[in-house]
């Protein structure tokens, strides 16, 4: 079933989803752990943080202007460019391997379980290499739990563009407004709302979005209390 098309303004009623898109990196995984990778190959460890901001604003930027390439040669070059070009290969290499082996969040585990007892397809919804995506969520221990994994990398467009949420839906076959886009980002959720999905934010992260975005159905301090919410929506 494909996903229908959703009307300009259309905000999607506060109901119980028959899918879940979960955000993988922060949300259900922690790329706080890449800041050891930075230390290893003598950087602050706090560039970590300058380098992911840094990949996710070039690869929105390249999306919207057309991207011509997979969001993971964005990721790498935007390390490059943030260690200031003195990282090796073999560094850079160092660096980007973590992502392969990215610990689950302590809640995440438990917000699983819960969509799987309610029977709720859960899709990893994430960015660039599947494989890689894929290689984490099994070390972690939590892809037993999830229905399939879903990047956007040949798509040519990333979150927070409609057409990657609604690729997400197809996927999943179900409908905008029968999907739930979960995340800790309120760009994320401001993204996913305009297109019609329903929204769970995870405010463990950035805490209350702002008002000039929109607001997520549903939020909650850690991602099982959200998951909880979410499932106490009116069917």
């Known amino acids: 079933m494909s996903a229908a098309p959703v009307p300009a303004a259309g905000r999607a009623p506060a109901q119980r989803?028959?899918?879940?898109?979960?955000?993988?990196?922060?949300?259900?995984?922690?790329?706080?752990?890449?800041?050891?990778?930075?230390?290893?190959?003598?950087?602050?460890?706090?560039?970590?943080d300058v380098f992911l901001a840094r990949a996710m604003r070039d690869g929105i930027a390249f999306s919207m202007a057309g991207?011509?390439?997979?969001?993971?040669?964005?990721?790498?070059?935007?390390?490059?460019?943030?260690?200031?070009?003195?990282?090796s290969e073999e560094a850079?290499?160092?660096?980007?391997?973590?992502?392969?082996?990215?610990?689950?969040?302590?809640?995440?585990?438990?917000?699983?379980?819960?969509?799987?007892?309610?029977?709720?397809?859960?899709y990893a919804f994430g960015y660039g290499n599947e494989r890689v995506l894929a290689d984490a969520l099994d070390r972690s221990g939590l892809r037993t739990y999830l229905r399939g994994t879903i990047t956007v990398d040949d798509l040519g467009?990333?979150?927070?563009?409609?057409?990657?949420?609604?690729?997400?839906?197809?996927?999943?076959?179900?409908?905008?407004?029968?999907?739930?886009?979960?995340?800790?980002?309120?760009?994320?959720?401001?993204?996913?709302?305009r297109a019609g999905l329903v929204t769970g934010l995870v405010q463990r992260g950035e805490g209350r979005p702002p008002a000039t975005m929109e607001q997520p159905h549903v939020r909650?301090?850690?991602l099982d209390q959200l998951v909880e919410r979410l499932l106490a929506l009116p069917a």
């Open 17 to 48: 989803p028959r899918a879940v898109l979960l955000d993988i990196y922060d949300t259900t995984l922690r790329v706080d752990v890449l800041r050891a990778r930075f230390v290893d190959v003598g950087r602050h460890e706090l560039e970590c």
């Open 67 to 87: 991207a011509d390439g997979a969001f993971g040669s964005y990721v790498r070059e935007a390390l490059r460019a943030t260690t200031g070009h003195k990282l």
């Open 92 to 122: 850079l290499d160092h660096v980007m391997s973590g992502f392969a082996s990215l610990p689950p969040q302590p809640d995440a585990e438990l917000a699983l379980m819960a969509l799987t007892r309610a029977r709720v397809s859960v």
């Open 220 to 222: 909650g301090e850690r």
């Open 157 to 193: 467009r990333l979150r927070p563009a409609a057409e990657a949420y609604h690729h997400g839906c197809r996927v999943a076959h179900t409908e905008p407004a029968r999907t739930a886009l979960v995340s800790v980002h309120a760009w994320d959720i401001h993204g996913a709302a």
